[in-house]
């Protein structure tokens, strides 16, 4: 095997391992959809809508999460920090299987999230040790359409696991995934923080970092502008179930719903990864912006006040309203990651922080509206929309602004 193929060889293996570390993240979502009624059950919820919170309340987890693995990763390296946050993920899971009342699971779920935010955090930054600017941007976009698989087979793997042995082995199974990535990432992956890289671990590197972090108007932009889109799909996320299960009676074909609506985001998230060479990544973001504004906008015209239109119609909405959403997430992180890749660590921790704690509360908030129509869901990516181009165009009025000065 001569250099360049084991140059490339080596490459594919890290899209491969980061997309899977992500991948613990989306398992531990998506495989549990179909089986959110029986837990909801099972801990005593009474009304269903507040299922919703098995899956709202692990975000919250990965929030505040990432402030603190982002930071000790920079100080102890990646590897070691990805590690612990998995010793906390497999503690969480014990509670969540034990649980016996909402309290409970939701303290679980939370749990979950903080240990999960370190592979999240941490691998975004290792993607940023490694490479920078448009070419960091594509081989963000091929590790999210792997990634993106997850969710195309996670619920239908989630249905067989529920029908097989019950909703406590879908826990167990995530356990066995994750002890796979982990040792995969012992054996092949070197650390990729450089020693000279090691920032001294002190109370203050917190401060400090988020006193650079803020001197970035395009880190800041992007990380608001992904808090908005975050929590739009997250609505999506936590309310999709029982639309389709309550609202059109498909609970039986939802895995094979969610999947298709999955493969319509990795499609576009695969096409990034070709047309951001070509493009950019800001252009590509402001075209996908507005498609992604205008999709709702069109949708709430034809339908409010009415009742749901067909399946086939949302359906539609949906895929093109998540087809647009693949070119917004194979950007957003990078362009937020581009000027910071000098704390690399504790800009994916504050990005990501900041993104997912403005994304809890607005799809707690558009999600309790989702109860006999899917309209909510539409007019809450109209809004998020709006305000992202409202960001870009305070962007670009700065950067009008330096240029001038």
Same mark, same amino acid.
Request: aromatic share 14%; glycine share 8%; hydrophobic share 55%.
């Given at each position: ?33 179909? %089986? ?7 801990v005593g919820i009474q009304n269903s809508t507040d299922n919703q919170l098995l899956i709202t309340m692990i975000f919250l987890g990965l929030g505040f999460g990432q402030l603190i693995f982002g930071p000790l990763s920079d100080s102890f390296g990646r590897k070691p920090m990805v590690y612990f946050g998995f010793i906390v993920f497999v503690l969480a899971s014990f509670i969540c299987v034990a649980a016996t009342s909402i309290e409970m699971m939701v ?17 975004? %930054?290792? &993607? ?16 999210? &359409? ?6 195309? &087979?996670?619920?239908?793997?989630? #249905? ?37 890289? #090691? ?15 803020? =001197? ?18 997250? &609505? ?31 499609? %576009? ?16 973001? #402001? ?108 962007? =670009? ?9």
């Open positions: 095997m001569n250099i360049k193929q084991k140059g490339k060889k080596s490459q594919l293996e890290f899209i491969a391992l980061m997309a899977s570390l992500m991948s613990l993240v989306a398992l531990s979502i998506d495989a549990l959809l179909p %089986a959110l009624e029986q837990i909801g059950l099972s303290v679980g779920r939370i749990l979950q999230g903080v240990g999960l935010s370190a592979p999240r955090t941490i691998s975004i %930054a290792m &993607v940023r040790d490694t490479f920078s600017g448009d070419y960091m941007a594509r081989i963000m976009s091929f590790i999210v &359409v792997i990634f993106i698989l997850v969710p195309v &087979v996670a619920p239908a793997l989630g #249905k067989i696991i529920l029908d097989l042995y019950g909703w406590k082995a879908i826990f167990y199974s995530q356990l066995f995934f994750g002890g796979f990535v982990m040792f995969w990432l012992w054996k092949r992956q070197p650390e990729t923080l450089k020693p000279e890289n #090691k920032k001294k671990f002190t109370l203050s590197l917190f401060v400090s970092g988020t006193k650079e972090f803020l =001197k970035y108007k395009q880190a800041i932009v992007f990380t608001l502008f992904s808090g908005f889109i975050t929590g739009s799909f997250m &609505v999506y996320l936590s309310a999709s179930e029982s639309i389709f299960r309550e609202q059109y009676n498909l609970s039986e074909q939802f895995p094979y719903i969610f999947a298709g609506l999955a493969i319509s985001v990795g499609f %576009a998230t695969f096409l990034n990864g070709t047309l951001v060479m070509k493009f950019g990544m800001l252009k590509l973001v #402001k075209v996908s912006t507005l498609l992604f504004t205008l999709i709702p906008l069109v949708y709430i015209s034809l339908f409010y006040g009415s009742p749901n239109p067909s399946v086939t119609v949302l359906l539609i909405f949906f895929g093109l309203q998540f087809f647009s959403l693949g070119f917004i997430f194979g950007n957003i992180r990078a362009l937020a990651m581009q000027p910071i890749g000098h704390i690399a660590g504790i800009g994916s921790a504050i990005n990501g922080f900041v993104s997912t704690i403005m994304a809890v509360p607005i799809a707690t908030y558009i999600g309790s509206f989702v109860e006999n129509t899917a309209l909510p869901l539409f007019v809450g990516f109209l809004v998020c929309g709006v305000c992202t181009i409202i960001l870009l165009m305070m962007l =670009k009025k700065k950067k009008k602004q330096a240029v001038n000065s």
